[in-house]
């Protein structure tokens, strides 16, 4: 049975108005009608708006809503290829250590007083050296289930990377150095500019351009190891491809955003009750149901209070009853 396309027409037009409408928010509100007469302006079809509603698009809310998006549907399609691969409902993309990875190379990078380009780099660095060392730990160790290993592998690099971020940040200065750690901890999208979407952009193109390409193989590699091989699926190349999409896409997000969570949990489950479980319809429901989510969660975080509230306090606070409630009503055997 074919899945209604209800839940295409509901993510589509859940993130066109929730970008319009993010467009709006703000110290300087910018209206709708402004935002027409940039697109039209853009378009060829009119005069510019003024310079001030001119600079706030394109400068302050245009990038901040883009890099929202996405990162939002970077760790939703990461999150869904993750629980595809390990046909594991509760995988999130910080599974294989690589959320703690990244972390831990903002913070040094934060304590070695380093640029915020250079911050970034260290912590996308470090969300790719995570996973290399899980993968290492897994070829290592032999005699046992490939995906068990990673998983318990990455749960053992996530916890030695927490230590490690909690020794910078007791010899980190708690009058500088600290605070500025904690709230990157937090997650933010408040320092986006332009020239952040210049690394964001080809990395979730490049994360989720194999993804989408093999994600009939992701589908047939749900049925098992075993299974999957009878019908000629190369497990481990997939494997390791699908790993590499996922962890670049997680990487880039955390790196320019800090740790950011449940996105990559709880919106593969909403998508999947609306287009079903074959990925090759959840990839693209997840990136625009996950884009939607994180749009309106940090649309939420600074425009609802005079200081603008982290966003990981404010997906943890979302999430977490609408994943009892999906928990609570779901059927059993989740794919």
């Given at each position: 049975?074919?899945?209604?396309?209800?839940g295409?027409?509901l993510?589509?037009?859940a993130?066109?108005?929730?970008?319009?409408f993010?467009?709006t928010v703000?110290?300087?509100?910018?209206?709708?009608?402004?935002?027409?007469?940039?697109?039209?302006?853009?378009?060829?079809?009119g005069?510019a708006?003024?310079?001030?509603?001119?600079?706030?698009?394109?400068?302050?809310?245009?990038?901040?809503?883009l890099?929202?998006?996405?990162?939002g549907?970077?760790?939703?399609?990461a999150?869904?290829a993750?629980?595809?691969?390990f046909r594991?409902?509760?995988?999130?993309?910080?599974?294989l250590g690589?959320?703690?990875?990244a972390?831990l190379?903002?913070?040094?990078?934060?304590?070695?007083?380093?640029?915020?380009?250079a911050?970034?780099?260290?912590?996308?660095?470090g969300?790719?050296?995570?996973?290399?060392?899980?993968?290492?730990?897994?070829?290592?160790?032999k005699?046992?289930?490939?995906?068990?290993?990673?998983?318990?592998?990455?749960?053992?690099?996530?916890?030695?990377?927490?230590?490690?971020?909690?020794?910078?940040?007791?010899?980190a200065?708690?009058?500088n150095?600290?605070?500025?750690?904690t709230f990157?901890?937090?997650?933010?999208?408040?320092?986006?500019?332009q020239?952040d979407l210049?690394?964001?952009?080809p990395a979730?193109?490049?994360?989720?351009a194999?993804?989408?390409?093999?994600?009939?193989r992701?589908?047939?590699?749900?049925?098992?190891?075993?299974?999957?091989?009878a019908?000629?699926?190369?497990?481990?190349?997939?494997r390791?491809?699908?790993?590499?999409?996922?962890?670049?896409?997680?990487?880039?997000?955390v790196?320019?955003c800090?740790?950011?969570?449940?996105?990559?949990?709880?919106?593969?489950?909403?998508?999947?009750?609306?287009v079903?479980?074959?990925?090759?319809?959840?990839?693209?429901?997840?990136g625009?149901?996950?884009?939607?989510?994180?749009?309106?969660?940090?649309?939420?975080?600074r425009?609802a209070?005079?200081?603008?509230?982290?966003?990981?306090?404010?997906?943890?606070?979302?999430?977490?009853?609408?994943f009892?409630?999906?928990?609570?009503?779901?059927r059993?055997?989740?794919?």
């Amino acid at each position: 049975m074919t899945p209604s396309p209800l839940g295409w027409i509901l993510f589509v037009a859940a993130l066109v108005l929730l970008a319009a409408f993010a467009f709006t928010v703000g110290a300087y509100p910018v209206r709708l009608g402004e935002l027409w007469q940039w697109l039209a302006f853009r378009a060829g079809q009119g005069g510019a708006p003024s310079a001030t509603v001119l600079a706030v698009i394109e400068n302050i809310r245009g990038p901040r809503i883009l890099a929202a998006v996405l990162i939002g549907a970077a760790l939703a399609m990461a999150g869904a290829a993750y629980q595809s691969l390990f046909r594991n409902p509760l995988v999130s993309p910080d599974i294989l250590g690589v959320s703690a990875g990244a972390a831990l190379g903002a913070v040094l990078g934060i304590f070695l007083a380093l640029p915020v380009g250079a911050v970034q780099a260290a912590s996308f660095a470090g969300g790719l050296a995570a996973v290399v060392l899980v993968y290492g730990v897994a070829r290592v160790v032999k005699g046992h289930e490939p995906l068990l290993v990673l998983v318990l592998g990455g749960i053992v690099m996530g916890t030695l990377f927490s230590a490690g971020i909690s020794i910078v940040k007791v010899l980190a200065d708690p009058y500088n150095q600290l605070p500025a750690i904690t709230f990157w901890l937090l997650g933010s999208l408040a320092g986006v500019q332009q020239r952040d979407l210049l690394a964001l952009i080809p990395a979730a193109i490049i994360g989720m351009a194999p993804l989408l390409l093999l994600r009939w193989r992701i589908d047939i590699m749900t049925l098992g190891e075993e299974e999957a091989r009878a019908l000629g699926v190369e497990t481990g190349r997939v494997r390791v491809m699908v790993i590499a999409a996922a962890t670049l896409l997680t990487a880039a997000a955390v790196s320019l955003c800090g740790i950011v969570g449940w996105v990559g949990l709880v919106v593969p489950h909403l998508a999947r009750l609306c287009v079903g479980p074959a990925f090759a319809r959840l990839a693209p429901a997840c990136g625009l149901a996950g884009g939607a989510f994180l749009l309106a969660v940090d649309t939420v975080a600074r425009g609802a209070a005079d200081v603008e509230v982290p966003l990981g306090i404010l997906t943890a606070l979302i999430g977490t009853p609408i994943f009892l409630w999906l928990l609570a009503t779901a059927r059993r055997g989740w794919n």
